[in-house]
């Protein structure tokens, strides 16, 4: 019997697998909006409530705020471990939207100079961390 392939999972597990890395390994290469700082996620996220985004109608079509692709990044991030990880018990699942959103801006108000992507590692330890401790 032939299974069908799939390209998202297999992306999503090799974004997975290069965001672990960044755990190990200092000099990883990140793509997408992970690697800006997070004083950029703070600034994009000013004005807009956690797990939203603004909008905006102009002549030229429909724009969202920056934000947005922080968020879309972020969700992505924790979507690719979670593709990595066949274990539930490692996988991060009681998390929403405002939630993470929330935590990173707190994270990088803390930390904003760092990039995004280490925010993102941090929030997937923490996550593990206390699911295992409620597992207990």
């Not at 947005?68 to 274990?87: I, K």
Request: include cysteine.
């Amino acid at each position: 019997m032939m299974k069908r392939f799939d390209m998202r999972v297999s992306l999503a597990v090799c974004f997975a697998v290069m965001a672990l890395g960044a755990v190990a390994q200092a000099d990883t290469y990140v793509i997408g909006s992970g690697e800006l700082s997070c004083g950029r996620l703070i600034f994009a996220a000013s004005g807009v409530d956690p797990g939203k985004y603004r909008t905006m109608n102009t002549a030229d079509g429909l724009f969202v705020n920056e934000h947005v692709q922080y968020q879309e990044w972020l969700m992505g991030f924790v979507t690719g471990f979670n593709s990595a990880h066949a274990d539930l018990a490692q996988q991060i699942e009681t998390i929403d939207l405002a939630g993470m959103d929330l935590w990173m801006r707190d994270w990088c108000n803390k930390h904003p100079t760092q990039p995004i992507f280490e925010g993102a590692i941090a929030f997937i330890d923490e996550m593990r961390t206390n699911a295992a401790a409620a597992r207990r």
